[in-house]
């Protein structure tokens, strides 16, 4: 869509899949390894593994200073309905990234139903609402690309840490 639309962030940003979260995270540990040094050049690393139900917006494990930055990105998602920015970012999809100082974010939904389908056979896509999905995407790609393009950048911090 950006590619579409003309846009070109400052940053480059990556999408990437992996699996094996619930059995040792090897795909996060992986992707750490794949990137080694570069991880310095990680402005933050976004994670959604709540479903794909309708989104409220994201939290966020970052500084103070950040989670001001975050909230004003978040007005640009309130049409969509997901303009909420709390802290408690990251996950242990993510989790090797954030133990090398990117801060996390995590995007969160309504879960309804997640725990309903949840790792069982009833984990279908046909329990996947179309609308749902493109605010899901519409509130990625909006973050994503922000993050990508500011001048500036955002720091982890304890503000979005959760348990604090």
């Known amino acids: 869509m950006m590619h579409k639309l003309g846009l070109q962030p400052?940053?480059?940003?990556r999408v990437a899949f992996w699996?094996?979260?619930e059995n040792g995270s090897r795909g996060g540990e992986a992707y750490r390894a794949f990137v080694g040094g570069q991880i310095e050049?990680?402005?933050?690393?976004i994670e959604m593994d709540g479903g794909a139900e309708a989104p409220l917006g994201f939290g966020a494990g970052v500084d103070q200073n950040s989670m001001e930055m975050l909230r004003q990105i978040g007005t640009l998602l309130e049409r969509v309905g997901a303009g909420e920015i709390a802290g408690g970012g990251g996950g242990s999809d993510i989790a090797p990234l954030l133990r090398d100082g990117v801060p996390g974010l995590s995007e969160l939904t309504v879960g309804t139903h997640y725990f309903d389908w949840h790792h069982s056979e009833a984990d279908t896509l046909d329990?996947?609402?179309?609308?749902d999905f493109r605010k899901n995407m519409a509130a990625l790609a909006v973050m994503g690309y922000?993050?990508?393009d500011m001048p500036g950048r955002i720091a982890a911090g304890g503000v979005g840490r959760r348990g604090q």
């Open 10 to 13: 400052r940053r480059t940003i």
């Open 19 to 21: 699996v094996n979260e």
């Open 41 to 45: 050049d990680h402005v933050a690393a």
């Open 127 to 131: 329990k996947v609402s179309p609308e």
């Open 146 to 148: 922000v993050l990508a």
